[in-house]
């Protein structure tokens, strides 16, 4: 079975010629400051150009971009009459200094390690870095059977009949440890 890989050639070419462009996360992990960070690295590595695209370009993709590619003018941004979705950050942590630029700061230094609090048209889900209304704990013992699961029945679905070793081979398997 052939695998390819695709990228777009330049993120900022895009963004210049008036084409929306919008970043969004459905994989494991859900993390968009991650995706953001990886938007600008890939977009100015794909292009050869450092000055491809701008940290406000990325932003723009992750928020209102995302709201025009889902037609959808009611998120996207802070505004009366529109729905409000707030990430609060802790400036004081060493990750997040100096303090000149927070938002770049965040996007490529400190990412989801400085978010303290997260709120979802305006109800609280996560205080202090801790989802509220999930039991970390337990959640992480059913991900670790899952994944256990998982391995144990990959060679059955993958197309090749690999393991899941095979498809997705530990670094060094002599470190593999069960919690």
Known sequence: MERIAHRLGSFGSHHRAGINMAIGTDVQPANMLEEMRAAMINGRTASGNIADLTTADVFNAATIGG?????????????????????????????????????????????????????????????????????????????????????????????????????????FPEASVTP
């Open 67 to 171: 709201a025009r590619a889902l037609l959808r003018n009611h998120i996207g941004r802070l505004g009366q009459g529109k729905r409000a979705d707030l990430v609060l950050v802790d400036l004081t942590g060493p990750l997040m200094r100096p303090l000149r630029d927070p938002l770049r700061n965040l996007i490529y230094t400190a990412a989801d390690r400085a978010v303290r609090d997260v709120y979802v048209d305006g109800e609280k889900l996560v205080e202090d870095g801790h989802v509220l209304s999930l039991d970390e704990a337990g959640a992480l013992t059913r991900l670790e059977a899952a994944q256990t699961r998982a391995d144990e029945n990959v060679s059955g679905i993958e197309p090749d009949g690999r393991s899941g070793r095979d498809v997705s081979p530990l670094v």
